[in-house]
């Protein structure tokens, strides 16, 4: 019976690291542009290539994006697993996920953030391969799209020189921005910070192992914080976070009741009591 039990979770967590769901999120956002209305914002991170991710996951996960079509796409990092192998062999090894992403396109542009694992194996060399996709890293910075809609990124909070006010700096006070992190936690940095309508992260991999029917995850990767659900969260009255579980694992390529995703946001127009 225990034997058949394990079985059965070893089973499930298996399944759920290869069942990748595609997520289609409306998001309300005041100011937003008529222009703009129903932007369609591609979301993908958290790819670990090497040790908790296989190359036919990725390119799956990827084959899926370019389907959808994107407007414009966000990277949010971990584009390698950093985790005990990190000599230059390996490194080139697991440098496979940039010749995959070369495979997207969006009319509006690919944008990326670092995250943790990426200062772990080198920075330099990760910002030099997005370059070819070609995306644009967002070091504390930030790019206008079109009709006060704006675009920002920060570094990684746990490793990097994140600097949220410095990417928002000389935005007018009507911009429209989403902003992008790796970690979620950068909502802590934006106390008062109007202009920030939605953060999109990934890192927390949405617990990797939830509790069913509770919803809740025991551990989180660098977040006590989002230990509830993943997804789009309403973040205060002005502002949303959408965090996807992306697409690798921490440690180990377990997933129960958590499987991996690739994400659709919408851009709508909020209305005056939203």
Request: glycine fraction near 10%; include cysteine; charged fraction near 20%.
């Amino acid at each position: 019976m225990i034997l058949s039990s394990f079985t059965l979770v070893g089973g499930v967590a298996c399944v759920s690291t290869r069942r990748l769901e595609v997520l289609h999120k409306q998001v309300p956002l005041a100011g937003l542009a008529k222009r703009m209305d129903g932007l369609k914002v591609g979301v993908m991170s958290d790819f670990h290539a090497g040790a908790s991710a296989t190359r036919e996951n990725i390119f799956h996960a990827i084959s899926i994006m370019k389907a959808e079509k994107p407007e414009v796409i966000m990277l949010l990092g971990d584009f390698m697993d950093a985790d005990f192998l990190r000599t230059r062999k390996n490194i080139g090894e697991r440098a496979y996920v940039f010749d995959a992403l070369q495979g997207l396109n969006a009319p509006l542009g690919i944008y990326a953030v670092l995250g943790n694992h990426d200062h772990y194996i080198d920075q330099g060399f990760v910002k030099k391969e997005l370059s070819r996709i070609p995306a644009v890293v967002l070091d504390n910075q930030s790019v206008s799209l079109d009709n006060g809609l704006v675009v920002a990124g920060v570094d990684d909070l746990l490793i990097g020189r994140p600097n949220p006010q410095k990417a928002l700096k000389n935005l007018c006070q009507n911009s429209t921005v989403m902003l992008l992190s790796h970690n979620p936690n950068v909502n802590l940095h934006l106390e008062g910070e109007a202009r920030v309508g939605l953060v999109i992260s990934g890192h927390t991999h949405g617990g990797q192992i939830r509790i069913p029917l509770l919803n809740w995850a025991p551990w989180v990767p660098g977040s006590g914080r989002y230990k509830g659900p993943s997804g789009l969260i309403r973040e205060t009255k002005h502002r949303w976070t959408f965090i996807t579980k992306g697409i690798g694992t921490r440690l180990a390529p377990v997933r129960v009741a958590c499987p991996p995703d690739v994400a659709i946001l919408y851009l709508t127009r909020a209305k005056p009591d939203v």
